[in-house]
């Protein structure tokens, strides 16, 4: 076509556009909606890529370097930013150190640096320990650090964002978490466990650029880090039930170099050969060539890492994004075949004219190119000024603040020319089908019925079937060579393959679609009078029903592919998560036999009613020597070392293992112990190891041995894996002392049927903390799920779309059966018909959408878990269906959207003059 007839196509187009404000408006937001998403979450992205002056910004504020003592008497070597990699190198083998290596093992590292680097001022910046804070519902769990945020040196680093800087005596700065988690305020006081002489007044809020979600406190120098480290010992607590105590990090300084002097790399390497790491501002900005780096040379590779290598995230993301402009197309589709319908008049009048279908094609198309270009300039403009509006919660919610606002040309250019294409797209079929109508038909109206075609069927049974195969056996067919590598827009060749399939396969059934709506018309004789015309109608104008059901079935078969994904995600987290007790579980323990438990006991209680029967757990001791004793272990018949032994009575069942067997209880207070796994009996006996001392003296060179007992006790088998993973058996205290062993009180365990809530929970371990500070306590919430809030969203999503395309291709149906209408009207037929009409039709629409997008959201559903499959090798992948969502998708949204098509249409129909 020239150039000619294309201006005229655009300018009758865009006329067309503005008589018709509402479906242009209508068009407009369906391509402007997702580029603004995907201009959005564009703008995010490039504003969350830090420039090197950026990072060097929140590293290093306003010094000069950033040096850690990572490993003195090695040799260190590191990328420029050294927070990117390090990698310490000790002493091979049958050489001797180094002088740097002799010299770092035995000296001061801050000592040390102040000779390398004459002049330079070194501001301490590690970390603290990890402490317990003072709050109004009792201890929250608290980073530690020190700061003079009087220098200028933490700008940038650390931003003071609310209040005043600590310029007195103990007092204090706060992150924004730790005022929200602790309920304090500017103004109150907190203390440090250990430190509860010298209680912190809060006087400004500071953050972290780069992680906003840090829970710390920001003392002056020498008032917090030192005094923490000299209380450790009577102070710390286990962060865990593991008894594991937190410790500092390696000591960094921020460094400012005497008269305007810089480190460069270099110097940097000189460091490296101490041990000390060092980010240097000059090397940061102005980095070596990599061939300079030796780091290169020798950092390990590991597999699933790297920009180079693919990650399940980059599937998933590609994939989705995918479907989702194929959707958009689909769900603009019958906009524009409403467009074509209303002006198939007009479109008739230039065939008359003498345009062939090429320029009544254009006339469509040129719909196309028009309201695609206003949507997607639109959604580019409102996505910009939408992340512009949101910029701090966006902050707030991601866990880190913008190094800038990252607006690339190159790339909102792209998204919009997506856009325009995908408004294209949308146009093509209703201007293929434009084109193809008749002259006659479209000045009188009248729809040339014909049957669906045969090649078209069976190209979208081919199309399906080899796009869910592309799709399905692209993951996994990779002998690993060049695995991960991009091959276009930054995606490795299995990413597009499941993309490319996923996209074919829906466009199989698309195909499909005309096949479908005929066969339904068939079973019109089955049905009474509004059934039957229901069904006949759909089948008779297919082309206003097709891509009305393809647009249900994009919506559709997105919901369920993330559905079915997510579902599979938490199942297979589910799977792995191991709870240390059963759920709901409210455990307290003590490491030591103390005089104090009791109190704990009714303290507990006190602070959380409704807790129901205690169980009081024991360990039963082996003691060989007056001071000397061990814990008694069970003998693992699999070899796989000693397995714990629980001492207790029947509630210990009950609640530590969530186990109710009268047998087993029965068994138990008889004396044999009970055992959850077959591979812990000895026939119809337990082993019980009792460790003692040494065999022999220890001789140099030679691992000692220890004696080692065995008893042999009843048992009964209670085939639980749960239970076996929290104690290989039970026993009671009876027996325990009959054998001479000793029964030490280890703690309490309860199984309320809900757990307690969070406040709650965590006033009782304050109650627990001040009572006896080594004590644990904890409450077992069992897997908590996090998909479920985007589950939930999409299949409301998904029924939205349903709704709407149903609801627009029935009004189009209402309006182009308007003469059949009125001579049913005419002949007597009863005024509900219109109704059931409305109904029937709306309810097919949907459940064939639906049906055929359920079918269709599994192939990049399977596909993604297999992708992960293959990033994870070994792991189990289970497939869940979430069946529930899928039938409130395919059943009751039909059954709602057929009842809405009847409630609102009007049982009246006007006559109209019809055409002889």
């Not at 927070?83 to 049958?94: C, F, K, S």
């Not at 997607?376 to 996505?383: E, F, I, K, Q, T």
């Not at 309006?815 to 002949?827: E, I, P, W, Y």
Request: hydrophobic share 45%; with cysteine.
């Amino acid at each position: 076509m020239k150039l000619g007839p294309l201006k005229v196509a655009l300018r009758i187009a865009r006329r067309d556009a503005l008589r018709a404000k509402g479906r242009s408006a209508l068009v407009i937001a369906m391509i402007s909606l997702p580029v603004l998403g995907v201009a959005g979450a564009d703008i995010v992205y490039r504003s969350g890529q830090l420039a090197p002056a950026e990072r060097v910004e929140r590293l290093l504020g306003g010094a000069d370097a950033l040096v850690t003592a990572h490993e003195p008497g090695s040799t260190v070597e590191q990328l420029p930013f050294a927070e990117d990699g390090t990698l310490a190198l000790g002493v091979r083998p049958g050489q001797a150190p180094s002088a740097e290596q002799t010299r770092s093992a035995g000296a001061d590292p801050a000592a040390l640096l102040r000779e390398l680097l004459p002049g330079a001022t070194l501001l301490p910046a590690a970390s603290g320990l990890n402490a317990s804070a003072g709050s109004p519902n009792g201890l929250l769990r608290t980073e530690t650090a020190e700061a003079d945020l009087t220098d200028p040196v933490w700008k940038g680093r650390l931003e003071l964002v609310e209040g005043r800087t600590p310029n007195a005596p103990h007092e204090a700065a706060v992150t924004r978490e730790f005022l929200t988690e602790s309920g304090l305020r500017l103004g109150d006081t907190t203390t440090l466990k250990g430190l509860e002489k010298t209680p912190f007044t809060v006087t400004g809020v500071v953050e972290h650029p780069g992680d906003l979600a840090k829970v710390e406190i920001v003392g002056r120098p020498g008032e917090v880090l030192a005094q923490l480290v000299a209380a450790a010992p009577a102070a710390a607590k286990p962060p865990t039930g593991a008894g594991e105590r937190s410790t500092p990090g390696k000591p960094a300084w921020l460094l400012r170099l005497p008269g305007g002097k810089t480190l460069d790399w270099e110097g940097v390497k000189e460091l490296n050969r101490y041990g000390f790491s060092a980010t240097s501002r000059a090397v940061a900005l102005d980095p070596p060539a990599e061939s300079q780096v030796p780091y290169n040379n020798h950092a390990p590779l590991t597999f699933g890492s790297g920009s180079a290598l693919r990650s399940d995230s980059t599937v998933v993301v590609a994939t989705v994004a995918g479907m989702a402009l194929l959707e958009v197309a689909l769900l603009a589709g019958p906009a524009f075949a409403v467009g074509a319908r209303r002006s198939r008049r007009q479109l008739a009048l230039v065939g008359a004219s003498g345009g062939d279908r090429g320029h009544i094609a254009a006339i469509v198309l040129g719909s196309g190119v028009v309201l695609g270009t206003v949507g997607a300039v639109a959604g580019v403009v409102l996505g910009t000024g939408l992340v512009a509006a949101l910029r701090p919660w966006i902050e707030e919610t991601a866990g880190t603040r913008f190094g800038h606002f990252g607006l690339e040309a190159p790339d909102l250019l792209a998204i919009a020319l997506v856009g325009v294409l995908t408004a294209l797209l949308a146009a093509a079929l209703p201007a293929l089908q434009a084109a193809r109508q008749s002259v006659a038909a479209g000045l009188t109206g009248r729809d040339t019925v014909k049957p669906p075609s045969r090649w078209t069927t069976a190209a979208g049974l081919v199309l399906f079937v080899a796009g869910a195969a592309t799709a399905l056996l692209a993951v996994g067919t990779d002998d690993g060579t060049g695995r991960g590598l991009p091959v276009f827009a930054g995606l490795d060749a299995q990413t597009l393959m499941v993309l490319a399939g996923s996209a074919v396969a829906e466009l199989g059934l698309l195909a499909l679609t005309p096949l479908l709506i005929a066969l339904c018309g068939r079973l019109a004789r089955f049905l009474p009078l509004g059934g039957r015309l229901a069904l006949r109608d759909s089948a008779r104008h297919r082309g206003r029903t097709a891509p009305a059901i393809a647009a249900v079935m994009a919506a559709v078969a997105g919901s369920v592919a993330v559905g079915l994904y997510t579902a599979s995600s938490d199942a297979r987290d589910a799977a792995a998560y191991r709870p240390h007790s059963p759920v709901n579980s409210v455990s307290l323990g003590v490491l030591t036999d103390t005089p104090q438990l009791p109190r704990l006991r009714a303290a507990i209680e006190q602070d959380l009613p409704d807790l129901g029967e205690r169980a009081d757990l024991s360990t039963a001791v082996y003691s060989w020597c007056a001071e000397c004793s061990s814990s008694v272990t069970v003998k693992d018949g699999l070899g796989r070392g000693p397995r714990p032994l629980v001492v207790g009575d029947a509630v210990v069942l009950r609640n530590a293992f969530a186990v109710r067997d009268a047998a087993a209880e029965q068994a138990l207070a008889a004396g044999k112990a009970v055992v959850f796994d077959r591979a812990q009996l000895n026939g119809d006996k337990v082993l019980l190891q009792l460790t003692g001392g040494f065999t022999a003296p220890p001789q140099p060179g030679v691992n000692p041995t220890q004696e080692v007992r065995e008893i042999a006790v009843d048992a009964v088998l209670v085939d639980n894996p749960a239970a076996a993973r929290y104690g290989a058996a039970v026993i009671s205290p009876r027996t325990i002392t009959g054998l001479h062993l000793t029964v030490r009180p280890t703690g309490s365990v309860w199984l309320p049927a809900t757990a307690p809530d969070r406040k709650a929970t965590q006033r009782a371990g304050a109650t627990a903390d001040q009572i006896l500070p080594s004590a644990s306590f904890d409450v077992e919430r069992g897997f908590q799920s996090k998909s479920d809030l985007p589950t939930l969203a999409l299949t409301g999503f998904a029924a939205l779309v349903v709704l709407g395309a149903a609801c627009i291709a029935t009004g189009l149906a209402a309006a182009d059966s308007r003469r059949d209408q009125a001579t049913l009207a005419a002949v007597g037929a009863p005024p509900g018909i219109r109704r059931s009409l409305s109904g029937i039709q709306c309810a097919l629409i949907a459940v064939l959408g639906a049906a055929l997008g359920t079918v269709n959201g599994f192939v990049p559903a399977v596909a993604l878990l297999k992708a992960r499959a293959v990033d994870y090798p070994g792991a189990t992948d289970p497939i869940v269906v979430p069946w529930t969502d899928i039938a409130l998708t395919t059943l009751a949204v039909p059954l709602v959207a057929g009842l809405l098509a009847v409630l609102f249409t009007r049982s009246d129909t006007p006559l109209t003059r019809r055409l002889s």
